[in-house]
């Protein structure tokens, strides 16, 4: 099962508030995204911390219905 | 995947972080990758020459999923070096390309031989 785009943006910005979050539909069939996602909250944060919290925001979806997210994450 | 199963796993993956310095848990194998996260992690490693183990989750349903909740990850591929999770495919990509990657092997005693 595919996710959309603006869904997957609305989860994640629920979760990061102040993300500024880029997602791209990487083949155009609504299962392979990459998403960049920069916020102030992962100042300090590990690269595997940064993307537990991306992770977390989509509710156990990654890995299943969101079969492949190439994520990017940074501070700024 | 019931607790007593967990525990197997758990202990399945222990063994093989602690016998082996570099752990690759993958779909397929290196020659076979079955997936091109799995396949594109490989080609990092054997960039760098490192020599590693492998793990092919996709022989064994709980595996695929222990490792999962072993590492509180939900991807694979999964590398850990030195009993240490590092981080799935795009960690490991972001690492090779900033060097960090070969400087955390150096640091951990890992022979590399990048080509």
């Known amino acids: ?54 992770y977390e925001s989509l509710q156990g979806k990654v890995g299943r219905e969101l079969h492949a997210l190439m994520l990017k994450t940074r501070s700024e | ?21 570099v752990v690759l848990f993958m779909k397929g194998t290196p020659v076979f ?11 990092i490693l054997t960039n760098l020459g490192v020599k590693f183990s492998s793990v092919n989750v996709l022989e064994n ?23 240490e999770f590092i981080g799935g495919c795009d960690i490991i990509k972001e690492m090779f390309e900033s060097g960090e990657l070969l400087e955390l092997l150096s640091t951990k005693g890992i022979e590399v031989n990048p080509s």
């Not at chain 1, 603006?6 to 083949?27: C, H």
């Open chain 2, 61 to 83: 349903d709980e595996m695929r999923e222990g490792i999962k909740k072993f590492s509180d990850w939900p991807t694979i591929p999964q590398l850990y070096i030195k009993k």
């Open chain 1, 1 to 54: 099962m595919a996710m959309e785009k603006e869904l997957i943006k609305k989860f994640i910005k629920d979760f990061i508030p102040d993300a500024n979050v880029v997602i791209e539909d990487l083949r155009g069939d609504g299962d392979h995204y990459s998403a960049t996602v920069i916020s102030k909250s992962f100042l300090g944060k590990t690269k595997i911390e940064q993307h537990k919290m991306v």
């Open chain 2, 33 to 43: 990758p079955m997936c091109g996260f799995s396949a594109a992690t490989v080609q």
């Open chain 2, 1 to 21: 995947m019931n607790d007593s199963n967990f525990l197997d796993v758990s202990e399945n993956i222990n063994n093989q972080i602690t016998n082996n310095d």
